[in-house]
């Protein structure tokens, strides 16, 4: 017995369609489901090599030119503009995250998702109207590609004119740049009152007050009813931000920070125009290249098909 556990037989596995498509040869302690599983390889093979295989198929239904039907149709459709247009609405509502584009460029890229809601909207239309339409068809393809281009082309010109005012240090030609400066100066008056207060109050120098306190410790950064610095509240809200992100102070020259403890970098105007140049220019261009050929091949597609689509 000992002498038979070493030697190795041959085994003949037949499958349910009763041919025999290989025969085994298995150590004693191979197990039955090796060898079934070696067969289902091998007949894998077998039926791709006759073109009854599973990627046959896929291939043979992508590259058959008989008309899909309908019931596939949208589904496909729907899924593939999701994903071609999915990629620069996901970038446009990423970049209206950042506190220097929603400062100078604004929210808009908040509402560039909506256009995926308008595509499953059209799904919807496709299904109830029983075959493809032009107008859905339109609606769901071109007009989105026009849509997030027209706001990828607004982030790009406002990041090319507002950048440039931004890094330049002329502070009184650009009215925009100015009204920022002076509520940092507003900010930095209110904050030193605080400070002085304070001193007072603990009977403690400023300069020792000053490292232990910063503007947001203090009662005048809370809003009150009858606030004397309402106009000024959401600058110093983007302010804050551009300190404690970019270790900035200061807005058209550097200055002792404000609300961080942290040694300033640069002042918060060249910090802000240097975000736009390094993150929403690249990316508002690479969208405008992507949606304009993917606008083109819409169009192009539309045309080709318009004698099939009915209105």
């Known amino acids: 017995m000992d002498e038979e556990r070493g030697i190795r037989r041959q085994m003949t596995v037949d499958t349910t369609g009763g041919s025999d498509y290989s025969t085994f040869t298995v150590s004693e302690a191979s197990s039955a489901s090796t060898a079934s599983l070696l067969v289902g390889i091998r007949k894998s093979f077998a039926d791709e090599r006759k073109g009854a295989g599973f990627w046959s198929d896929m291939k043979n239904s992508v590259l058959s030119t008989e008309e899909m039907s309908f019931s596939i149709w949208p589904h496909f459709y729907t899924c593939a503009c999701l994903a071609v247009y999915g990629l620069p609405s996901i970038t446009l509502a990423h970049l209206a995250t950042d506190e220097s584009v929603a400062f100078w460029i604004g929210p808009y890229g908040y509402y560039a998702p909506l256009t995926l809601v308008f595509i499953l909207f059209l799904h919807a239309v496709h299904l109830k109207m029983g075959k493809p339409r ?178």
């Open 134 to 311: 032009l107008v859905p068809v339109i609606f769901s393809s071109v007009v989105p590609a026009a849509l997030l281009f027209a706001l990828a082309n607004e982030h790009l010109l406002a990041t090319k004119s507002k950048a440039q005012m931004l890094l330049s240090k002329d502070c009184r030609t650009f009215p925009l740049k100015g009204d920022v400066h002076r509520s940092w100066v507003v900010a930095s008056k209110v904050f030193d009152e605080c400070i002085n207060r304070t001193a007072q109050e603990f009977q403690r120098s400023p300069e020792d007050v000053r490292t232990i306190r910063r503007f947001q410790d203090c009662r005048e950064w809370t809003p009150e009813r009858s606030d004397p610095w309402a106009e000024h509240r959401r600058t110093w809200k983007y302010l804050q931000q551009l300190e404690i992100e970019h270790h900035c102070s200061g807005w058209c020259f550097q200055a002792a920070p404000v609300w961080t403890y942290e040694k300033p970098k640069d002042a918060c105007s060249v910090s802000a125009g240097a975000v736009l140049i390094a993150k929403v220019a690249p990316a508002a261009s690479r969208m405008l290249v992507f949606l304009g050929i993917t606008g083109a091949i819409a169009v192009g597609g539309i045309l080709k098909s318009e004698t099939s689509l009915e209105l």
